[in-house]
């Protein structure tokens, strides 16, 4: 069947405008409530948000639909989205449910829904409640409705778990480190857990009013960190996203290090301890093939996924991985936790940094990325990959780049737009490379 309200990492969309409103909310948690009532036992579902506006509407309601059908409500309030994975978990939650747009603004919202294993719903769950939303639930006899209540020690919990990710001989003394938020979910708990480390932490993006998550701040926005670790003189900069899943930093000088970097770092240094699992590392197909060079040289594989966090899990699982995650900075470690997690990403940069007693420029530089540019281009209708000249154009292409480029073509899985990737060693060919294939798409879809 044809998904309306999930995509690639939940259910998301523009806050009071097509998905994305209180009625859906409760209905998801009405569906949801009832997929996960499994058994005679007292059943509870664990909801966080991050800092957006509109989390307190979604909150209400979602807390209505879960009630309504006899599930108890445990509210964490702004928590980033690891802290959910892990508190399903340990708070032995049917269902756990993040209210976040990840790194969109603070106009979108999201629901993101975890198993009781902490893990991100599969397909098979999805696929069910999708269907029950547009059915009836039946709802539960007024002695059997839920109640609801907040804990005042998610964010000690939280802090907790992420401190203890880090080697038990590594202390941050002596660090000063720059921590954007991005106004978003981790606000509280990242600064306060890497100061309880030992460092000196020097705070940004930690006043969110509602609508100021992502706003020229976080992950997506690493200027605001870069100048203040230039302007601060830190040691480090550290950037999450609203929901604290993703990761970027930027070193002494200012200079931003993207999630392939990250990993390179992450990976090489299990595989010195021999703590690294699998043989290697997952990333998807955009992360850049300076990477897979790199880790060839270390003896590593890079194994690649679809794009997106769950892709990369499903094939970290089949490949028996612990490292994982995206360009974009989304890490996954499942030495530490079952979906990506900024803030302990963060921390194992740190340990390294610690241990090599070197600056973060020469520590997190490991390869020079090979050229690489993507395009997007929109049309009104059809199928453009399918044309005849589209696929001739294509294989030219490929031909050109073999054994020294990659090229990734995909349409994108939310609008009518083809992602037209290609990256080699030559700029100047990867640059015509991409601007033929997207002329061809383009006169396609025209046509």
Same mark, same amino acid.
């Given at each position: 069947?044809?998904?309306?309200?999930?995509?690639?990492?939940?259910?998301?969309?523009?806050?009071?405008?097509?998905?994305?409103?209180?009625?859906? @909310?409760?209905?998801?948690?009405?569906?949801?409530?009832?997929?996960?009532?499994?058994? $005679?036992?007292?059943?509870?579902?664990?909801?966080?948000? +991050?800092?957006?506006?509109?989390?307190?509407?979604?909150?209400?309601?979602?807390? /209505?639909?879960?009630?309504?059908?006899?599930?108890?409500?445990?509210?964490?309030?702004?928590?980033?989205?690891?802290?959910?994975?892990?508190?399903?978990?340990?708070?032995? /939650?049917?269902?756990?449910?993040?209210?976040?747009?990840?790194?969109?603004?603070?106009?979108?919202?999201?629901?993101?829904?975890?198993?009781?294993?902490?893990?991100?719903? %599969?397909?098979?769950?999805?696929?069910?409640?999708?269907?029950?939303?547009?059915? +009836?639930?039946?709802?539960?006899?007024? *002695?059997?409705?839920?109640?609801?209540?907040?804990?005042? +020690?998610? #964010?000690?919990?939280?802090?907790?778990?992420?401190?203890? $990710?880090?080697?038990?001989?590594?202390?941050?003394?002596?660090?000063?480190?720059?921590?954007?938020?991005?106004?978003?979910?981790?606000?509280?708990?990242?600064?306060?857990?890497?100061?309880?480390?030992?460092?000196?932490?020097?705070?940004?993006?930690?006043? *969110?009013?509602?609508?100021?998550?992502?706003?020229?701040?976080? $992950?997506?926005?690493?200027?605001?960190? %870069?100048?203040?670790?230039?302007?601060?003189?830190? +040691?480090?900069?550290?950037?999450?996203?609203?929901?604290?899943?993703?990761?970027?930093?930027?070193?002494?000088?200012?200079?931003? =290090?993207?999630?392939?970097?990250?990993?390179?770092?992450?990976?090489?240094?299990?595989?010195?301890?021999?703590?690294?699992?699998?043989?290697?590392?997952?990333?998807?197909?955009?992360?850049?093939?300076?990477?897979?060079?790199?880790?060839?040289?270390?003896?590593?594989?890079?194994?690649?996924?679809?794009?997106?966090?769950?892709?990369?899990?499903?094939?970290?699982?089949?490949?028996?991985?612990? =490292?994982?995650?995206?360009?974009?900075?989304?890490?996954?470690?499942?030495?530490?936790?079952? !979906?990506?997690?900024?803030?302990?990403?963060?921390?194992?940069?740190?340990?390294?940094?610690?241990? %090599?007693?070197? #600056?973060? $420029?020469?520590?997190?530089?490991?390869?020079?990325?090979?050229?690489?540019?993507?395009?997007?281009?929109?049309?009104?209708?059809?199928?453009?990959?399918?044309?005849?000249?589209?696929?001739?154009?294509?294989?030219?292409?490929?031909?050109?780049?073999?054994?020294?480029?990659?090229?990734?073509?995909?349409?994108?899985? !939310?609008?009518?737009?083809?992602?037209?990737?290609?990256?080699?060693?030559?700029?100047?060919?990867?640059? @015509?490379?991409?601007?033929?294939?997207?002329?061809?798409?383009?006169?396609?879809?025209?046509?």
């Amino acid at each position: 069947m044809g998904r309306n309200y999930f995509g690639t990492d939940g259910i998301r969309g523009r806050t009071n405008a097509g998905v994305m409103t209180a009625a859906t @909310a409760m209905k998801v948690g009405q569906a949801a409530g009832r997929r996960f009532l499994r058994g $005679s036992h007292r059943h509870r579902v664990v909801i966080g948000k +991050d800092t957006r506006l509109s989390g307190y509407m979604l909150e209400n309601a979602l807390v /209505a639909g879960f009630t309504s059908v006899g599930m108890d409500v445990v509210l964490l309030g702004p928590m980033p989205t690891p802290a959910v994975a892990l508190l399903t978990r340990e708070l032995r /939650a049917d269902v756990g449910v993040m209210i976040s747009a990840s790194h969109n603004p603070y106009e979108d919202n999201g629901i993101k829904l975890f198993g009781p294993d902490g893990f991100k719903l %599969s397909d098979e769950d999805e696929l069910a409640i999708e269907a029950m939303l547009g059915e +009836d639930q039946p709802l539960a006899p007024a *002695p059997e409705i839920g109640r609801a209540r907040r804990i005042e +020690d998610a #964010r000690g919990r939280y802090i907790h778990a992420v401190k203890g $990710s880090l080697p038990d001989d590594v202390r941050l003394d002596g660090l000063k480190i720059a921590v954007d938020c991005a106004n978003g979910a981790a606000y509280q708990v990242a600064p306060s857990a890497i100061w309880e480390l030992g460092a000196e932490v020097v705070a940004v993006g930690v006043s *969110p009013n509602g609508t100021n998550i992502n706003d020229k701040c976080g $992950s997506t926005h690493p200027a605001l960190l %870069s100048e203040t670790v230039v302007a601060s003189g830190a +040691d480090i900069g550290i950037a999450l996203d609203g929901d604290a899943d993703r990761l970027i930093v930027v070193d002494e000088k200012g200079q931003t =290090v993207d999630g392939d970097q990250i990993m390179a770092l992450i990976g090489s240094q299990l595989a010195l301890r021999g703590a690294l699992r699998g043989g290697g590392v997952v990333a998807t197909v955009m992360s850049n093939l300076g990477l897979e060079r790199f880790l060839a040289g270390q003896g590593l594989d890079l194994f690649r996924s679809k794009v997106g966090d769950r892709h990369v899990l499903e094939e970290m699982k089949a490949r028996g991985c612990n =490292v994982g995650g995206e360009q974009s900075g989304h890490m996954i470690l499942l030495d530490h936790g079952t !979906t990506g997690d900024g803030t302990i990403a963060a921390l194992q940069v740190l340990a390294a940094l610690v241990r %090599s007693g070197r #600056r973060a $420029s020469e520590l997190l530089h490991l390869f020079d990325p090979v050229p690489q540019l993507l395009r997007n281009v929109r049309f009104a209708g059809g199928k453009p990959l399918e044309d005849a000249r589209v696929k001739a154009v294509i294989a030219e292409v490929e031909a050109g780049l073999a054994g020294k480029g990659r090229l990734v073509i995909r349409p994108s899985g !939310t609008e009518p737009v083809i992602r037209v990737m290609a990256e080699g060693d030559d700029a100047g060919e990867v640059e @015509a490379a991409v601007a033929a294939i997207c002329d061809a798409v383009q006169e396609a879809a025209n046509a």
